[in-house]
């Protein structure tokens, strides 16, 4: 988590010409995938998008088991990009 906050910070950092650059204020249907929780990207998603990563903690499995739980696959996350892409 330590590694992400540097990472959100950094770019928080940077001037606004930078930030539009690379997130367009155009662009208000966003999809972030996260393998850890998501608290951290709804700011960068906005109201429009949407998230596929973990909301709770605990879970013990085998790897693969567990990214297909939190919904970490090519199918759930067409989805997710599809039902915030649907007019």
Not at 46 to 75: I, N, Q, R, W, Y
């Amino acid at each position: 988590m330590w590694f992400l906050c540097r990472l959100r910070d950094t770019f928080d950092a940077q001037d606004a010409a930078y930030k539009e650059s690379v997130l367009p204020s155009s662009v208000t249907k966003r999809v972030a995938i996260e393998a850890a929780h998501t608290d951290y990207w709804y700011k960068y998603v906005g109201f429009e998008g949407a998230m596929v990563g973990m909301t709770t903690f605990g879970e013990s499995a085998p790897g693969g088991d567990l990214l297909k739980h939190f919904g970490f696959t090519v199918d759930n996350v067409v989805a997710t990009a599809e039902k915030i892409l649907a007019v």
